[in-house]
Structures are given as C-alpha cells and as structure tokens.
C-alpha cells in the first residue's frame, strides 16, 4: 500500500519567509503528485497538480517539485503571508491509479 | 458556482440512525469519489464511480454504508445504524478522465454522532 509521510507535521513561521514543505512517498510508480490546501473546518482546494513526466510546477508563489525515483516532492512558498496559514497536504494515486493516499499534512503559521 | 457540492454541511444524528449525504460534482466530470477525515489526519478513501458504475469501494467502507450515483450525475452516501466512530468530515471529490485525473473537492458534509 502506498504510504505516504509529510514532514514537518507543524511549521510556524514570520510573515516574508520562504519556506519548503517536505512529501515522501513508497511507491515511486505514480503517474501524479498533487498538492492541497485545506483551512479548518473546510474542504481541500487544489493548488498543483505535478504530471510524472515533469520535475516542477509553478503557481504563483508556490513551486512544486517531483523526484519519483526517491519518492520525493517539496512544495515551496516563497515570501509567505499569515493568509497563506492552513494545512497542506500532498496526496498520491493508490496501485489503483484512482483513490488518492494523502499525508496527514503540514500545518502551517504565518505570523504578522 | 461550478465547483463541487456537498449538502448538508452539517448534521448531528443519535448513535443508531440513518444518515444520507448529498455531493454533486463538477458537470463535466465523469469520476466522482468518496473520503472520510477524521481531527489530524488525511482524508482516507472510501469509495469511486465511473459515470454511474461503482468500481472500486476500500475496506473501510463497512456494510453500514452504501454509495449510489444513478445516471452518473449527483452521488448519495448512506450510513446505516450509525456508531461514534462514524463522526468524521465526509469529502465528495470529482474529476475528468483525461485530465490526470486532478481531484477537486467539495466542502464537507461534518457528521457528529451523540
């Protein structure tokens, strides 16, 4: 079964920092890597979608990066924003290909 | 709005009633799945339908569940006899074969069990 790690499990940093997020996962036989954000009490919005045929993904502030020979992703945030504070949370298709096997997320503190 | 829809966002049930979720998807999504995410955790996998057809269900999906999408459009999800343990957030998520299937979620249906 695919499992997969998100370290660290809480991160509080000063408001402009850059910061990387940390996804590990077992099975590096993905076909994509997918990256959430979820504030509390909500439901999970997408933010990068990684196809195993890239090595990075860009939106905005945030870079995704994909190493699926040592079963690795990193997302970055660069000059982060207390509006930024949520959790995070990578997610990978199972064997099936379909469900998806999430972290249990990074929760993340931006402070003024 | 166009994204994914969860109805009720809320409910509170006495241990032994039936509930029943409501998600509808993203129009031109023919995939549609069902997660459970309990305080601290990630959601975990439930259950996924093609169009109308239900193909694959996890073994956390016991017999007191029951999932349904007819005519491939909006999905129930059904608790019988529900237990404590079945308090958690209940997550519909859909998405578009050919699209990498990227996931887009609903808001949550939070489900509390006295």
């Known amino acids: 079964k695919q499992e997969v790690t998100q370290i660290p499990a809480a991160l509080s940093v000063p408001e402009g920092e850059n910061l990387v997020l940390n996804c590990s996962f077992t099975?590096?036989?993905?076909?994509?890597l997918q990256w959430f954000r979820q504030d509390p009490g909500k439901g999970l919005t997408s933010l990068l979608l990684?196809?195993?045929?890239?090595r990075e993904q860009t939106s905005g502030r945030l870079n995704a990066s994909l190493d699926k020979s040592s079963g690795r992703s990193t997302l970055y945030i660069a000059a982060s924003q207390p509006g930024d504070s949520a959790t995070y949370l990578c997610?990978?298709?199972?064997?099936?290909?379909?469900?998806?096997?999430f972290g249990k997320g990074t929760s993340l503190l931006v402070t003024p | 709005d166009t994204g994914v829809s969860q109805d009720p966002r809320h409910k509170i049930t006495k241990r032994g009633q039936n509930v029943t979720f409501r998600c509808d998807p993203i129009?031109?999504?023919?995939?549609l799945y069902w997660y459970r995410q309990t305080l601290g955790q990630g959601p975990e996998f439930l259950t996924y339908?093609?169009?109308?057809?239900?193909?694959?269900k996890s073994r956390l999906l016991s017999d007191r569940f029951s999932a349904e999408r007819p005519k491939g459009s909006f999905s129930t999800l059904e608790i019988q006899r529900t237990e404590q343990g079945d308090s958690a957030m209940y997550l519909c998520?859909?998405?578009?074969?050919?699209?990498?299937?990227?996931?887009?979620f609903g808001p949550g249906t939070r489900l509390t069990v006295l």
């Open positions: 997610a990978v298709p199972s064997n099936s290909g379909y469900a998806l096997n």
């Open positions: 998520a859909s998405s578009f074969a050919g699209s990498y299937n990227e996931q887009f």
């Open positions: 099975d590096s036989a993905i076909y994509n």
């Open positions: 339908f093609q169009n109308e057809a239900q193909l694959e």
């Open positions: 990684i196809q195993s045929s890239q």
């Open positions: 129009s031109e999504h023919n995939r």
